[in-house]
DNA sequence: TCGGATTACGTGCACCGTAATGATC
DNA sequence: GATCATTACGGTGCACGTAATCCGA
């Protein structure tokens, strides 16, 4: 049998031409690979070198050899990566959304019911996040919109709607609500991380400038510091009942009347995953 | 780096089911089969097995594991016999003939043009020549029609004419030349390795009453210790001119006047092989 | 009590490195 | 003299075996 470290010092020298350019390449010694190549020689039982006075060269034995063992030790190399993926697959829940807040929402109750898994999440468009589920890398993704492809299943999660903050001596914070379309040219404040609703906000904005802000600390203290308009959403609302900048009496909340600012969640998974995920839908729908 | 023997012993125990097992297999004691294992888990770094009491067993990364070691298994295994074909392919010219006569005379010729080469040879029909001289099996072959082939080179390589060998007694012996359907219900001595020369006399002589015999000295023992008829051909006539049956007198040699009895034999090659024998050809054709 | 897995311990071989030699540019 | 392959020699890691222990049918 041919051991693995022979092919890898043969596939160097193939690569490198000389036996101590290999030798320096596998951190080894000139002789090492002298003897190696003798050995695999023997082994194999037809000559692989021709050897020139002091240049050692692969003949069309060794090539093919050669190009064997670079097969073969690809193969090699991938096995461990592909069962540590294959193990982490099954040790781990991979949840993807369309935006953080559903998300944040979704861990908990995940990671209790599924005491000795970990759960991974990560926030990209839909489309993706659909690809991800029929390919492996999510096992549960929550969209924005329902889901038409057969072969997931899915339940509604929840809603989210979007709102401005106003300073009281805006133009517009008298009105009852806004399109996102009057934010024309506007300076908003806005936290990077916030999925799909950062795609919204470009798409209907005419002429956006956005303020981003991708650490939630700093942004909490450019709100309280500054007097610039912000989105919030129901969430929030609900959740942070107290910010400053409600209780201040500085500023207005204000809905967003465009039709995409009100959003229904929906949590899918693969038809085959159904099983697998019934407690976590039952806890949810119910 | 995952080591070949590390695999094989996986390999071995996915099979047997215990460690024990597969050390009997491999020759190995059980506690260099626990280590093994051990190491392996270690390198992949994930579980491979679930540790019972005073069982191990395969867990899921396990026989995934065990599957891609029998892939890479497999594949290491292949490389020395393919190389060593490889190698003998290039320094055997295998040489394939519908019959022996055209062979044995092509063999000194190529072994002389060819001197740090084998010479193999094989006697088959010549359809499965043809197949040989494409896929490999064969880089030389005589046929005994024109190949149509385009893809081939060839050369004419003589002729051969098929004698009947009659006791001066016999009915037929008077007559100038025979036809093969004459021969009906006849008891012949035959050889048995003529390649195609057999079938044509099964083809040819209605209800035949061939008495085969496949070692030559004792082929042609029977010849002089009986009276049967025998085949010869011209090529027998010219280079074995003193034989006991064509001087006792008491014999006459007849030809054969089916049309199919006087043949010319063809050399082919695939046409990438044309310059590859030039030599040979250059030889043969004058 | 036997069969199977594991642990502990000692050993030998196989692969390695260093040093020296040979050979070519 | 520089580079490269090979040979010679001495060292060491590691895979192996033996023996002992544990555990369950």
Redesign the interface.
């Known amino acids: 049998?041919?051991?693995?470290?022979l092919?890898?010092q043969l596939e160097a020298f193939a690569r490198c031409g000389t036996l101590s350019g290999a030798a320096e390449e596998l951190h080894l010694s000139q002789p090492a690979l002298t003897r190696s190549m003798k050995k695999l020689e023997e082994?194999?039982?037809?000559?692989?070198f021709e050897r020139q006075k002091n240049k050692l060269v692969l003949n069309?034995?060794g090539k093919?050899?050669a190009e064997?063992?670079r097969?073969?030790l690809e193969?090699?190399?991938?096995?461990?990566g592909?069962?540590?993926a294959?193990?982490r697959r099954?040790h781990t829940i991979s949840i993807g959304g369309c935006a953080p807040v559903p998300v944040q929402q979704l861990v908990p109750q995940v990671t209790a019911l599924y005491e000795d898994m970990t759960v991974s999440q990560e926030v990209h468009p839909d489309a993706p996040l659909l690809d991800g589920l029929q390919d492996g890398t999510f096992q549960l993704v929550i969209l924005h919109e329902e889901p038409a492809d057969k072969a997931l299943y899915w339940v509604p999660y929840g809603e989210e709607k979007l709102y401005i903050v106003l300073p009281k001596d805006h133009p517009l914070a008298g009105r009852e609500g806004i399109w996102l379309k009057e934010l024309e040219s506007m300076n908003i404040l806005l936290f990077s991380q916030i999925g799909f609703w950062y795609e919204l906000c470009v798409d209907k904005i005419p002429n956006p400038h956005f303020l981003l802000q991708n650490d939630f600390e700093a942004f909490g203290e450019l709100i309280k510091a500054s007097n610039l308009p912000v989105f919030t959403s129901s969430y929030f609302m609900e959740h942070d009942p107290t910010p400053d900048f409600y209780t201040e009496n500085t500023r207005v909340i204000l809905p967003i009347l465009d039709q995409e600012a009100d959003v229904r969640y929906y949590l899918a998974c693969r038809l085959d995953d159904k099983k697998r995920f019934s407690a976590l839908f039952k806890r949810i729908s119910g």
């Open positions: 049998m041919i051991e693995i470290y092919l890898e082994l194999i039982g037809v000559p692989l069309e034995n093919l050899t064997y063992a097969r073969v193969q090699d190399r991938e096995i461990a592909l069962v540590r294959f193990d099954n």
